[in-house]
């Protein structure tokens, strides 16, 4: 379950087999000072800070139902963000583009408020019967889950601009920078963007991995973390969450 960040925490030029320090091989964007390393962490407090928040018996059975279609669910680091902000949010209407078998819509609807609906949008019905099953298993009121199948290009737009309180991503990572472009139209200002794998398997951090996921990705980490009309941060939850807040911009 934390391969991901054994391997992000051991760093090249370390005792091998230490897994005491944590470093990263390059500045996060936006640096220019001297370059003093990170504070070193050790791997049991990763995974301490990771089980933090326990999962129940419902979000288990939609992590092994996962695991049998082969569909990569949310981190329970980031489950557990997700919640937050969708608590903090007080959201009352959040978007979700890569529906899974439930577990990231399970953790957002756990965090809105009781009446609250989850727009989930996945290309694969299969997935979504499997959600509405974890959704129901977890006593969630149908009417709180709207399950659209299509592609999450397609369907966004069809969704009402300035409506939303958070939009989280996990769907096709080559679509991250068009899917930043729709959420910040279906957004209210103050409203929350968040993209799961933003580390992708340490892959981002490493500018020799050249690979079209991981450039799309970096690309948008770097567009969110320059733009002005944003409040960004990247959480090293999970496999890395990144978040932004839609800032309030007044009309000419
Ligand atoms: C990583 S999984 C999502 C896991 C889910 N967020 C969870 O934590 O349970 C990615 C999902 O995105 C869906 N997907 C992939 N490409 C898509 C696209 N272009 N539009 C909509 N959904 C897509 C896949 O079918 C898959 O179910």
């Not at 959040?94 to 957002?108: K, N």
């Not at 729709?182 to 991995?209: E, K, S, T, Y």
Request: charged share 25%.
């Amino acid at each position: 379950m934390f391969n991901d960040r054994r391997t992000r925490i051991v760093p090249a030029g370390s005792p091998v087999g230490s897994g005491m320090v944590a470093a990263r091989r390059v500045p996060p964007v936006g640096h220019h000072g001297a370059w003093e390393g990170v504070i070193p962490i050790a791997a049991t407090s990763w995974t301490y800070a990771e089980e933090f928040i326990a999962e129940d018996d419902v979000l288990a059975a939609a992590r092994a139902s996962a695991e049998e279609v082969g569909v990569v669910p949310v981190k329970t680091g980031v489950g557990a963000a997700l919640r937050f902000l969708a608590s903090v949010l007080d959201a009352r209407a959040v978007v979700e583009v890569g529906t899974g078998t439930g577990v990231s819509g399970l953790w957002l609807l756990r965090g809105m408020r009781p009446d609250g609906v989850l727009t989930t949008i996945d290309i694969e019905a299969e997935h979504q019967r499997l959600a509405r099953q974890t959704f129901n298993d977890a006593g969630i009121p149908t009417q709180r889950a709207r399950t659209i199948p299509g592609s999450a290009l397609e369907v966004m737009p069809r969704l009402t601009d300035g409506h939303y309180d958070l939009v989280f991503c996990d769907g096709d990572k080559h679509e991250y920078g068009a899917y930043l472009d729709a959420a910040l139209r279906l957004l209210r200002p103050g409203g929350v963007v968040a993209f799961d794998n933003a580390l992708w398997h340490d892959r981002v951090a490493d500018p020799a991995q050249r690979d079209a996921e991981t450039v799309a990705i970096r690309d948008l980490g770097k567009r969110i973390a320059e733009s002005e009309a944003l409040v960004p941060a990247l959480l090293p939850v999970g496999d890395g969450l990144l978040v932004a807040k839609k800032l309030w911009v007044p009309e000419d």
